[in-house]
Each structure stands twice: as structure tokens, then as C-alpha cells.
């Protein structure tokens, strides 16, 4: 039996379940090929947000790996009224940028609600 994701059901789940609270979604491999992207355009310049949710996930990943935590499986920043969230699953990242006023645990549902078993 083999597990895998379904992309595109996480992405269209989050973007109709968060609906205005989430401004950017990107799922990535773990070498950082964009393999689905969502931006809210109307809140944020694509080009400018993915820049800096790239530069900010790697600088996240060095910070973890310089204070003895190795390949992080989650991580979860807080700044003013946002959360970045990036979780790591089955070889794919899933990066969003949304308000903090979301229910984290409504997106651990609609990622476990996307896994298919073979």
C-alpha cells in the first residue's frame, strides 16, 4: 500500500475553505521546484510575495538546522496579524501565508482529507 497527495484538491480546498484569509499558498518539492501556486492578487504583488516567502523559508530552515533541529517538519511563524505556515509531507512542502486569526488545525484537516492510499 502506498500513500500519496492529491495537489490539487489540497490547493482548491484551501483557497475555498480559507477563502479571503489566505493570501498565498505554494506547494514545492523538497529541492524547491514550484509544482502548484496560489496568490491572492488582489492583496499582495506576486512577484515581491514569492520572493520574500522563498527567502523567508530558507532562512527558517538555516535558523532550525543552527539550533540542532534538522529537516523541520513544521514550522510556524507569527508576525503582526499573519502566519506562515510550512508543513513538509511526502516529499512536497506546502507554504501559506494567511491572517492569524485562521484555525490551524482546519488546514491539518484539509491536508489529511488529500491523502489517497493505493
Known amino acids: 500500500m502506498s500513500v500519496s497527495l492529491d495537489l490539487d484538491l489540497i490547493m482548491n480546498k484551501l483557497v475555498m475553505e480559507l477563502g479571503s484569509k489566505l493570501y498565498f499558498t505554494l506547494i514545492i518539492s523538497e529541492n524547491g521546484v514550484v509544482i502548484k501556486s496560489y496568490i491572492n492578487e488582489d492583496e499582495f504583488n506576486k512577484a515581491a ?70
Open 49 to 118: 510575495i514569492a520572493v520574500d516567502i522563498s527567502q523567508l523559508y530558507e532562512l527558517t530552515e538555516e535558523i532550525t538546522q543552527l539550533i540542532g533541529l534538522h529537516a523541520p517538519d513544521f514550522n510556524l511563524i507569527h508576525s503582526d496579524n499573519f502566519y506562515v505556515l510550512s508543513i513538509k509531507i511526502l516529499e512536497k512542502v506546502i507554504i501559506l501565508l494567511t491572517e492569524d486569526q485562521i484555525d490551524l488545525n482546519q488546514v491539518f484537516d484539509i491536508i489529511n482529507k488529500s491523502m489517497k492510499t493505493d
